[in-house]
Nanobody
Framework: QVQLVESGGGLVQPGGSLRLSCAAS????????MGWYRQAPGNQRELVAS???????KYADSVQGRFIIARDNALNPVYLQMNSLKPDDTAVYYC???????????????WGQGTQITVSS
């Protein structure tokens, strides 16, 4: 069973920066697209940023120019560098990755447990 665990969350002042990382465990055959989602209280879960298997990135308009998503390695497959943070960025952030393990013939989505980001002065 593949598991993803986020880290790097916490409290930061407006204008500050945080770096989220995602640790993967289990038997991983291949990783396709990866991304970060977030969900604020009372809001729908939204895609923050994604990166394809060939490195093509996509960002929500609200974070464009401030956040950077990048692929890492097999154990830490994706991270999110968050700069110029705003109070509206406050949310639980979730790591997402489409992974094929040795037991599955196709890719499927895996999710981390989420990490809280609070942007406040």
């Amino acid at each position: 069973q593949v598991q993803l665990v986020e880290s790097g969350g916490g409290l930061v002042q407006p204008g500050g920066s945080l770096r989220l990382s995602c640790a993967a465990s289990g038997t991983i055959f291949s990783i396709n697209a990866m991304g970060w989602y977030r969900q604020a209280p009372g809001n729908q879960r939204e895609l923050v940023a994604s990166i394809s298997s060939i490195g093509t990135t996509k960002y929500a308009d609200s974070v464009q120019g401030r956040f950077i998503i990048a692929r890492d390695n097999a154990l830490n497959p994706v991270y999110l560098q968050m700069n110029s943070l705003k109070p509206d960025d406050t949310a639980v952030y979730y790591c997402n990755a489409y992974i094929r393990d040795l037991r599955s013939p196709t890719f499927r989505a895996y999710w981390g447990q989420g990490t809280q980001i609070t942007v406040s002065s």
